[in-house]
């Protein structure tokens, strides 16, 4: 996903243009934690590219390292190797450019609704003007009527909106969400999926989201970035791609090669499979949002992924 700089459009000035805020550089990064049984490294040579304004999905295996890099862009951890920069600055540790929202909600319990959103606003807004971007939040994730009620007084899903907005709140330039659907049921998650679109729609925030969920990376974002286990590849032997049938019949991921169904687009650089590093490949989602799950394009890429993830059907000589 390369940087994309452009000009104005005044042939008399030529000045350049100032480039779309919440450009993210990853470069060459690692990162190593010490354990009792010696160094173990979780993130290794990844290199990424993100435009200001869209969505990435990041999905993979448990240990992959999703929530390390997603701590890394937001300043809540440095890396070991590498450099982490937005919009050509390197990321500070809490860094006030990136907010992040988790799983759980984590709204304190005394204040109400309204009062958890203000707590992320940029220090020393009081007053009017902080009342004011509460009160525009609030109806942007639809909880105007719900502005005085405690976190026990509203569904799961209400909380997690009250989250967005928080999070929201200091306008930053990258939105770093940490499976913030994971534990909603799965009307809440499907409907909290198109809040998110209608919120990126207002306020075009470049969003890296960590998921399990391969439906919602494909249905969300713009790019979906598959990482691998390196313990895991490291110890388990490939499989001979012969036993690898996807659903579909749509290519393997990684080591699996590169084969492709005629119905997806051709392969670029940027989804071939990777051989080495953290990233085993980086997918481009065609179409534009809100997307057709039911689509073929959808189902063959979701088969796609969910191969790179080691869900396969088995072949007629397996199930023998």
């Known amino acids: ?67 390390t890099l997603l701590r890394l862009i937001g300043g809540l951890d440095s890396p070991t190797a590498g450099s982490i920069a937005l919009d050509d600055e390197e990321v500070r540790a809490h860094d006030d450019s990136t907010a992040i929202a988790f799983q759980e909600p984590r709204l304190l319990p005394w204040r109400t609704i309204a009062q958890n959103v203000a707590l992320g606003l940029p220090r020393g807004t009081r007053g009017r003007p902080g009342r004011e971007r509460v009160a525009e939040l609030l109806e942007l994730v639809g909880l105007t009527h719900a502005a005085d009620q405690r976190p026990r007084e509203v569904s799961g899903g209400m909380a997690q909106r009250a989250s967005l907005a928080r999070a929201l709140a200091r306008s930053p330039r990258v939105l770093l969400l940490d499976e913030p659907f994971g534990a909603l049921d799965a009307l809440t998650r499907l ?58 019949s749509t290519s393997g991921l990684g080591a699996l090669g590169s084969a492709r169904t005629p119905d997806l687009a051709p392969e670029t650089a940027a989804d071939a499979p990777r051989t080495t590093g953290s990233i085993a490949r980086l997918v481009s989602v065609p179409g534009a949002r809100p997307r057709d799950r039911g689509a073929r394009t959808f189902t063959d890429l979701r088969t796609s992924l969910l191969d790179g993830l080691g869900v396969h059907k088995l072949t007629t000589q397996e199930n023998a």
């Open 1 to 67: 996903m390369p940087e994309h700089h452009g000009t104005t459009a005044a042939a008399s000035t030529a000045s350049a243009a100032t480039p779309p805020a919440g450009r993210v550089h990853v470069a060459g990064v690692e990162r190593t934690f010490p354990t009792k049984d010696g160094a173990r490294t979780v993130l290794r040579d990844l290199t990424l590219d993100v435009t200001a304004g869209e969505i990435i999905a990041v999905v993979g295996p448990s240990g992959c390292g999703k929530s």
């Open 191 to 248: 409907k909290m999926h198109d809040l998110l679109l209608d919120i990126h729609r207002a306020q075009p925030t470049t969003i890296v989201l960590v998921t399990h969920d391969v439906e919602e990376a494909l249905y969300l974002a713009d790019h979906v970035l598959l990482l691998r286990n390196l313990h895991a590849a490291q110890a388990e032997p490939q499989r001979p791609r012969a036993q690898v049938v996807a659903l579909g």
